[in-house]
Structure formats: C-alpha cells, structure tokens
C-alpha cells in the first residue's frame, strides 16, 4: 500500500538523516499558531428541534445554558483543547413514528391511532422523548456533534467505542471532514436514533401481551446495543427500498453498515482514557509508525504476503459462493411453499426442478436431495414450530442439515439452528400472491469451503424474490451479516463482513453488493492488529485505491489512498481529530500535519526521505 510513498532503499537512506526523533522536541516547539473553536450540532428529525441546549466546560468548570429554536442551526464558541459535554433537552415529549413499517401495536382508544387500528402506523404519534448528549475534545476549528440517545450511553458510561468500531474518533464526533463524512454521520445517527424508538416502541408493545408490570427502557443501555443495532438497520432497508426515503443512503451504505455492525456486536467496552492535548504533540505520528512498523507496508514483501491474505478472503466469497446461499434460499423456499402443512400436502415423496423431496409429519420433516440451478443438494430438515401472521410476522423455525455443491464451492449446514422470516406480503405462501414474491431471510450457522480455505460462522440472509418483466421469477441477494473465521495453510483469521445491495431497483434481476469487512488477523507478532474495508469485495486486495481502517495497541487509523498514474494521495486520520495529508508527485512529497482545521507542521522529503518539518525546525521521518 505504501511501498510507492517509501521504498527499502530510502528507508535505509534514513540512517543518514539530519533529523531527530527525540521526544523531548514535543515540548520545545514554539505555539506559533492561534487557534480557535466553535462545536455545531445534529439530531435526527423525529424530536422537536427547540428546547434547552447546555454547554459544559469540564476542564474550567463553567456552564452555559442556551435556549434555542432549532439545534441543527446553532453554533456555539468553545475553549480550544478542553474538554467538553453538551446536553439537549427537547421542548418535545412526543415524536412520530419513523418506520414505514409502523411501530406497532397499541392500546384501544390511543388517541394518537388516528385510524383506530390499535397500531402506531408511520408518522402517527407516540408519547415519547429522547435523551441526547456527548462529551467531546474541542479541536481547533469546527467541531461537529451528532447527538442521539446511543451517544448519551457512550459519553454517560465513558466508553471507548473507537476500538470496537475502528474509528480513529468517536463516531458522533466530526472534526475536519469531508461531504461523505457528514452525510455518513448524519445517517448512522438517524438510524440509531430510529433503532432506540423502535426498541421503545416494541416495549410498549410487549407490555400490552403482560398483566404484570413489563418494564419499558427509557434511557439507552449498554446491553440493548445488539437490539438497536437490528432495529437500525431497518432504517436502512426501508430508506432503500421505499421510495419516500433517503436516497443519498446508497452512496454511504457500507460506512454506515459497517459502523452500526461494529456498535450493536460491542461487548465488554473498554473505558476512555484522555490525556490533556497540546497542538504540537506528535501523537498522530507516532501511530502511523507503530502500525506500518508491524503491518510492513511500505515493504514488497509483507505487500505481497498481505496481498495472499486478502486474496484468499475474496475468492472464497466469489460469485459462485453467494449463488450457493442463493440456492439454499430458493430450495427452502419452493419446498416449503409446496410441500408443507400450509397446503395439507399429504406425506410421500415428490419432485421438483430435479429434486427429489421425501416429506413426513409428526413432526413435519423433508429430506431433500437431487440438482438445483446447477448445484448439488442435500438438505434435512425438520420444523417443528410455525407462525404465519401478517401482523405477528411470518416465521419458520426448526432445525437443518444442507450441502448444497457447486464447480468450485461447497455450502455447509450442519445440524443448525435455522430461521426462516418472510416480508412483503401477507401469507408468503398464498397461491393469490405473485408467484410467493418478497424477502426472505436466513438466520443458521454455515460453511463455506473452495479447494484452499474455509469460512465458518453465523449468517443472517435477505433475499428478494420477484417477477422480472419478462415473468421470471428470480431471486437476489440484498445482503447478508456474515461473523466467523477463515481458516487456510496460511492463516486463520477472524472476520466480520456486511453485504448490502447499495442500488435495490424494482424488477432489476442484477445485484450491486457493497461489502463492509472487518478482519482480526495476527500481523508480524502483533495479536491484536485488526484491517476494515467498505467498497467492492474484487477490489479488496488493491491496496493502492482504497478507505481502510487499522487498529494496533488500542490506536485506530483510518486510511483513504487515492493513486492516478504516478501521483498518490494519502490522508490518514488519527484520534481526537488529528490528520496527515501525503502527496506524492515523483520524488516530491507535499501536504501537512493537521489537528482540527489547523495545519501543525508541514509535509516534506529531506534527502527523498518524506517526513514532517515542525515549526521549529525540527524533521520527523514519516516511517
């Protein structure tokens, strides 16, 4: 990756630099700079937007208390370098319901149930008020925050969630940033602020089913994350599928995936410790040279080592892997449409497109084996359980056994726990209904094997099913959560991956998958040294174009590379809003050392040797 930045033969160059690397410089660097900070706000759209906005000093103690009309237009000055926290209560104490979906059922007379149905239907309204603050560094310049009740857990529970999510800041917390990034943050915040409403919502909803007193969660907690991370990500399939909503998800779907995936499976959040920032520090550097001092990547060969890694990761989740999953889907799904209960089909043994179906009752079980769409299957399958209700949801739970072969893959099940969810209609199953279309999901444990390595973990599934104009009935994937190991002769390593179809358009039988992957592998002695990716899987081990994130020593980087011909551009992110901007024409290097929006030093090559030049004077090589 950034062997093109730094070859071997200028690093041993190096030896003979005039620059140093003492510590000690750090505190004799003259503040030369004047510097300045203002904090801006974001909620997401449910929750009025006025109310009373407290701005708290922890470093000095002072408090300032603002009442404001709309908190998303509200700039406010804050103390360079200190530490911060903001809170914002809303004038409102009710709120509509965000989902498409509705947000369930409710009890008789709710004035709010405009339609009398007893549900809380989309934008009817429910009593309900959120929580929303953040504690924050004030970098120089323009601080964003991006308040939600998921960032009042965070900052109330002094919570590092930068290690679990590989971020290099906190992710309600934007410094200098980029169009993508603010829209990025503004989403994830809708969507968490979406998946605590509806974990809310489905409280409520429990609490009617109970004559006791069923406890409904008010404030976020720690232990809710994987319940809003579900509900989240409603959010997102409803914005992409519903044409009323938020288009300019698609650009930003994987970053915003990825990130509700790295929140919602956090568990034993380790505690934040800061320090006290000074401008000058060299901090951000010296995290770019602990992880590229492991990682090796401005070296040919762990490039190429890196390069078989990533590689094998990629091919093992190729076209045909992902029509494997396709297969299982369409096979349990015919199946159980027409063999089933559902239909009093008699016990026996039947055919279908080449299968070969034994079905038995008490209980229900199918053995099923023969060619589908050109794979070899094998399932056993038994369920027990059944629940068909429009209003209840749709779902199938039993327990299966699958291989399901094809040229160079083969799909494994092996005495799974399995769930079978359906959406999009109101009996899946219902010979009126066009040709059983709408989603499916998959939730069992799976294998997924080519001649070389194995992917073994827990996968949940959705597939469409739909008529193409041509009346063709097809099946495509809108994405799946994968969390599991790779294992190969050279590595074993841990991985968690999202797939989601970025552009889902009605009758398109082709799918645009964007992948958000997040990899745990052992680098040159470092255990705990972690890579995430978001973007097309084939172009995971092109490392010159890429948004990459790394973790070592509880220190994350995020990384965009941008190559275009000879010329590379490379903008790295550490914590607190710190940024390196490396460009690379030939043998000149460019660019800066930034905390916030203020440049601290500046980009340059002393003897080809590409490093940082301190106000001071003082030349620090960049690796």
């Known amino acids: 990756m950034f062997k093109k930045l730094i070859s071997v033969s200028l690093l041993m160059s190096l030896v003979g630099c005039d620059g140093s690397s003492d510590d000690k410089t750090t505190d004799t660097l003259p503040v030369m700079l004047e510097t300045s900070s203002t904090v801006s706000f974001y909620i997401a759209p449910w929750q009025a937007k006025s109310g009373t906005l407290t701005l708290i000093n922890d470093s000095t103690g002072s408090v300032e208390n603002s009442d404001v009309v709309d908190i998303n237009n509200v700039t406010l000055p804050a103390a360079t370098l200190n530490f911060h926290r903001v809170e914002f209560v809303s004038d409102g104490t009710t709120l509509p319901c965000p989902s498409f979906a509705g947000c369930g059922r409710t009890f008789r007379d709710n004035p709010y149930d405009e339609n009398s149905n007893r549900r809380i239907d989309y934008q009817e309204v429910m009593d309900m008020t959120l929580s929303y603050r953040a504690d924050f560094v004030a970098a120089p310049g323009e601080n964003k925050l991006y308040l939600s009740p998921v960032s009042s857990l965070i900052s109330d529970d002094n919570l590092d969630i930068t290690l679990e999510s590989l971020s290099a800041t906190p992710f309600y917390h934007l410094t200098h940033s980029q169009l993508n990034d603010n829209l990025e943050a503004e989403l994830l915040t809708n969507a968490l602020t979406f998946g605590v409403i509806l974990k809310r919502a489905a409280d409520i909803e429990e609490s009617l089913n109970t004559t006791g007193n069923s406890v409904i969660e008010q404030p976020a907690q720690l232990a809710s994350l994987p319940f809003y991370r579900t509900y989240a990500e409603r959010y997102v399939s409803e914005n992409l599928l519903n044409v009323e909503g938020n288009q300019l998800l698609q650009s930003v779907v994987g970053e915003v995936k990825q990130k509700l995936a790295s929140i919602g499976d956090a568990e034993n959040i380790a505690q934040r410790e800061l320090s006290q920032q000074q401008l000058h520090s060299k901090e951000l550097l010296e995290d770019v040279r602990n992880i590229l001092g492991v990682a090796r990547l401005q070296e040919q060969k762990y490039s190429d080592e890196l390069l078989q890694n990533l590689t094998e990761f990629k091919d093992i989740l190729d076209e045909e892997s992902q029509q494997t999953l396709i297969v299982l889907a369409n096979v349990l799904y015919d199946v159980i449409y027409n063999f089933s209960p559902l239909n009093d089909t008699d016990v026996g043994i039947y055919t279908l497109q080449g299968l070969t179906i034994d079905y038995q009752q008490s209980p229900y079980s199918w053995a099923i084996s023969g060619q589908y769409d050109n794979h070899a299957v094998e399932i056993d399958l038994t369920i027990p359980q059944w629940q068909i209700s429009g209003l209840l949801g749709n779902k199938v739970s039993g327990v299966m056994s699958a ?146 994130a790394l973790r070592l020593k509880n220190r994350a980087l995020e990384i965009n590379l941008r190559t275009v011909g000879n010329n590379i551009n490379a903008v790295i992110k550490g914590a607190q809003g710190r940024w390196l901007d490396v460009k690379q024409k030939g043998r000149n290097y460019s660019g800066g050392l930034y905390f916030g929006d203020t440049q601290i030093a500046d980009v340059t090559a002393v003897r080809g040797v590409p490093g940082i030049l301190f106000p001071n004077g003082t030349f620090e090589s960049l690796f």
Do not use: C, H, W
């Open 403 to 548: 291989k399901v072969t094809g040229q160079d893959t083969q799909l494994n099940v092996d005495v799974s726990d399995l769930l079978l969810s359906f959406d999009g209609t109101d009996d899946p199953f219902s010979d009126e209904q066009s040709d059983t279309t709408g989603q499916l999901t998959i939730a069992t444990n799976v294998t997924l094997e080519n001649e070389i390595s194995r992917l073994t973990g827990d996968i949940n599934l959705t597939a469409n099913r739909f008529v193409t104009p041509f009346e063709e009935l097809v099946t495509v994937l809108a994405g799946f959560d994968f969390k599991g190991q790779l294992d190969s002769a050279s590595q074993t390593t841990l991985f968690n991956l999202q797939a989601i179809e970025a552009t889902p358009f009605i009758n398109e039988a082709t799918q645009n998958l964007v992948f958000a992957v997040q990899l745990m592998m052992p680098l040159n002695g470092a255990k705990g040294f972690q890579l995430a990716y978001v973007g097309n899987l084939n172009r995971l081990a092109e490392i010159n174009n890429a948004k990459i």
